[in-house]
């Protein structure tokens, strides 16, 4: 027994110091600096203790940026898996063409996000822009700037990532669905079930798993959204579009390297008890069924 209990902590050993070098020390250096006034003028890093913080918590630009990174990842949460969900019910079904059409829902997923973000630039565009042209024919005369206009801005950095990620979305699901017993559904028949009945009590206890999973990376990633939102408006106009990683990433342009670690601090925790509380509910719930 002694022998296989070191046997087991040595398999784990390469693990554990990949894990150690690449995340977690780099996680405590990071926490230490963001009780510093590191930059790039200063000659020498001065602890500061919660200076950072209060900064962060104080300035009302702060605020807004978190309000709409929270936006975007609370609505392109729900537009996603509901989509994606969709999707997955729709080509679940014996048709000849859903190898094909899960196929092209799933294209989007492997693009690069920098190459999306410039691509809907173009198509967005309030001039020469391809919806906009679109729209001109069928009557919509009045150019709409999705990307200028700050009511909008957001509402189409988030039509975006639900155009690109719901078939990533309706994998899981589909994934999910696989595991349904078609004898539930022939039994719900028998008993008289319409359409929503069948989902609502066969369906969905089943499909749970994917659910939680879906909506636990759909909101990590949405609360991470960087270079999509960068690479089309830069956070612009003004910081309408800006989100916590965009501040982030100008706070380290700009050298104030202790102020943007203090954010990426703030974050990693938020991001921390998202993923524990939602791990720790669908264990509470899988263990009482």
């Not at 391809?130 to 005369?141: A, D, K, S």
């Not at 206890?205 to 990590?220: A, T």
Request: net charge positive; glycine share 8%.
């Amino acid at each position: 027994m002694k022998r296989n209990k070191t046997y087991s902590k040595l398999y784990i050993m390469p693990a554990f110091i990949i894990f150690f070098t690449l995340f977690l020390l780099p996680s405590i250096i990071g926490l230490f600096y963001s009780f510093t006034n590191w930059n790039v003028m200063s000659e020498h890093i001065k602890f500061i203790g919660f200076d950072n913080y209060k900064s962060i918590f104080s300035d009302k630009r702060m605020l807004h940026v978190f309000g709409n990174t929270f936006f975007y990842a609370i609505l392109t949460s729900l537009l996603k898996g509901a989509f994606g969900l969709l999707l997955a019910l729709a080509l679940n079904r014996e048709i000849k063409t859903r190898n094909f059409l899960r196929t092209i829902f799933f294209l989007p997923m492997i693009l690069s996000n920098l190459i999306v973000g410039l691509v809907f630039q173009q198509i967005f565009h309030p001039d020469t822009g391809v919806l906009n042209q679109f729209l001109n024919l069928i009557g919509i005369t009045s150019n709409i700037g999705w990307i200028i206009e700050p009511n909008l801005v957001m509402w189409s950095c988030v039509a975006i990532e639900v155009w690109k990620a719901s078939g990533f979305n309706m994998v899981i699901f589909l994934a999910g669905l696989q595991l349904v017993p078609k004898e539930m559904y022939e039994a719900s028949e028998v008993d008289g079930a319409n359409g929503w009945q069948k989902f609502k009590s066969v369906t969905l206890p089943f499909i749970m798993p994917s659910v939680m999973i879906n909506m636990l990376l759909n909101v990590i990633s949405g609360l991470k959204v960087f270079d999509v939102i960068f690479a089309l408006t830069n956070g612009g106009p003004g910081r309408a579009s800006e989100v916590v990683n965009i501040t982030i990433f100008k706070s380290f342009s700009m050298g104030n390297y202790g102020y943007g670690t203090a954010l990426n601090t703030i974050m990693f925790i938020i991001l921390a008890i998202i993923s524990v509380s939602v791990i720790q509910f669908y264990t509470k719930n899988e263990g009482v069924e």
